[in-house]
């Protein structure tokens, strides 16, 4: 089996931070990246320390979401300087993982 490093990046927000539309619009648009997902997180907490969950009680809805999206080393780590240059980002993270061809 074939295989090439590609590098993972994940990107963490919440429902509340009101860019997952612009961001996935910007990944296909902007920075060609060939795939994107996002997502939605039923409970999750960040740096803040506060408790993101989908209780009844809470309508509000602030879940945690994640995008990931996945390319050559060099092009995720371009993108990603590029979307702390344009969003409202507080946390992203990237690792080398094996694309199975």
């Known amino acids: 089996m074939k295989t090439e490093t ?6 963490y927000l919440t429902e509340a931070d009101h860019q997952l539309s612009e961001i996935m619009q910007y990944l296909h648009d902007s920075e060609s990246i060939s795939g994107a ?12 320390g506060k408790m993101h969950d989908s209780s ?9 979401i994640t995008v990931e ?3 050559e080393s060099n092009n995720v780590l371009t993108v990603l300087e590029h ?4 969003f409202n980002l507080s946390q992203t993270i990237s690792w080398l993982a094996e694309r199975h061809l």
Not at 37 to 48: D, F, K, P, Q, W
């Open 37 to 48: 997902t996002a997502y939605r997180g039923v409970e999750g907490y960040g740096s803040s």
């Open 69 to 71: 999206f996945f390319d």
């Open 56 to 64: 009844l009680i809470d309508l509000s809805f602030n879940l945690p």
């Open 83 to 86: 979307l702390k240059e344009n």
């Open 6 to 11: 590609v590098r993972i990046a994940r990107v």
